[in-house]
């Protein structure tokens, strides 16, 4: 799978948007991107996904650049339950494609 | 709710007993996952199973022995563990084949496993 870049942590205050940036510039033409967050001492969450354009739905919006190397995670209104890491995960195929490989993620934390 | 149940959610076993962690779900998916979270590490994948059949193993050591009945349990079984391997263990389910790049995978809530 190709690697994904992202911040160690990253701020926020609440009610304000965050925006959570992941670089993949060795990204292929199939491979998907998903993001996944953590909520402290739960297993991972299922945020969003996208291949080349931008996405919305109730939780968050994907944007992707249009080299497709780099894409953004928007939370619009940040609260104290969006304090979380936050995954930027490629998907796509060949060999060993089955998996969601995890990196570091961000630490996202909400400030009141 | 995920629709992935994992049991039990905390264990504390010795290092000489013998446990078996057991994950279940009935979304129709065929691709399940066991990973395992150290502290302050990211997760690792252990194994995973298309249509019950392992296709990865990343050098688990033999001490962990996983088994797929069918697609909608897996279990992991544990035999004389050590300290060290006290962590988070996470089940996830994902749909088979090509579907999987464009579909979400779901998560347990894991079994918090403490080896004393």
């Known amino acids: 799978d190709a690697k994904t870049t992202q911040p160690n942590s990253m701020e926020s205050n609440e009610e304000e948007p965050v925006h959570l940036p992941c670089n993949h510039s060795?990204?292929?033409?199939?491979?998907?991107i998903h993001w996944y967050r953590q909520l402290p001492s739960q297993g991972p969450e299922y945020v969003i996904h996208?291949?080349?354009s931008n996405v919305n739905n109730r939780m968050a919006s994907l944007a992707i650049a249009e080299d497709r190397k780099s894409s953004t995670l928007i939370l619009h209104r940040a609260t104290l339950r969006d304090a979380a890491v936050y995954y930027c995960?490629?998907?796509?195929?060949?060999?060993?494609?089955?998996?969601?490989?995890f990196g570091k993620g961000t630490k996202l934390s909400v400030i009141p | 709710e995920t629709g992935v149940t994992q049991t039990p959610r905390h264990l504390v076993m010795g290092m000489t007993n013998k446990k078996s962690l057991k994950c279940e779900q009935h979304?129709?998916?065929?691709?399940m996952y066991w990973y395992k979270q150290s502290a302050k590490k990211p997760l690792e994948l252990m194994f995973v199973?298309?249509?019950?059949?392992?296709?990865e193993n990343n050098s688990v050591p033999s001490r962990f022995s996983p088994e797929c009945p069918n697609s909608s349990h897996l279990f992991l079984h544990l035999h004389t563990l050590q300290p060290e391997d006290s962590a988070l263990y996470l089940c996830?389910?994902?749909?088979?084949?090509?579907?999987?790049?464009?579909?979400?995978?779901?998560f347990g809530q894991g079994t918090r496993l403490t080896v004393v």
């Open positions: 979304l129709g998916h065929n691709a």
């Open positions: 199973y298309n249509f019950k059949e392992q296709t």
């Open positions: 995960i490629l998907r796509g195929p060949g060999a060993g494609s089955y998996q969601l490989t």
């Open positions: 996208g291949l080349t």
């Open positions: 996830a389910s994902s749909p088979p084949g090509q579907l999987y790049m464009n579909t979400e995978a779901f």
């Open positions: 060795t990204i292929s033409g199939t491979d998907y």
